[in-house]
């Protein structure tokens, strides 16, 4: 297994349609992706194929080891439970040494420390939004796949997210970002769709 993402032609189509094709690019430890386009053109299907849950028409994708963390616009947490237990749950499935610590620092890294035992029902849309990141951040995984990072958040909350990727790109790992918003991080590679 490599220690890049290695995109090679890749064609993905849905419900009949394609939606892109030759779509190539190598992503190394380090390494930022950024994927534009306009609505519809799916840069949402790209990253679910990048996860392994969408369906490849043509071409290859090969994921880095060290695994693969999707934050999309299912924020996939149990509105019932409290925050921290919500992403305990995710944490303990990811696998990995101490979850309760790394949630606990994953949620000081997001500023919702203070929100820790309120149920993710009575967050915000940009406080659930620093959850979904939070869950990310805690699960340890090399690749980072961000699915409009961006929605929602207030001006210090993109200054977090800009310093988590930032951090997460000094560690040796990978981020890719579908966006339609203009994202201020330094020394990206763009595909557009």
Known sequence: MSDALIVADLAVARGGRTLFENVRFIARPGDVIVVTGPNGVGKSSL???FAGLGRIERGSVERPGGGVALMDE??????????QAAL???ARLDGGPDPTTRVAAALEDVALGDLADVPVRLLSAGQRRRAA?????????RLWLLDEPANALDAAALDRLAALVARHRGQGGIVVAATHQPLAWDDVQQVRL
């Open 47 to 49: 990253l679910r194929v």
């Open 74 to 83: 299912a924020h996939a947490l149990d509105r019932g439970a409290t925050v």
């Open 88 to 90: 305990r749950f995710w």
């Open 133 to 141: 990141l939070a869950r990310v951040v805690a699960s340890g995984a």
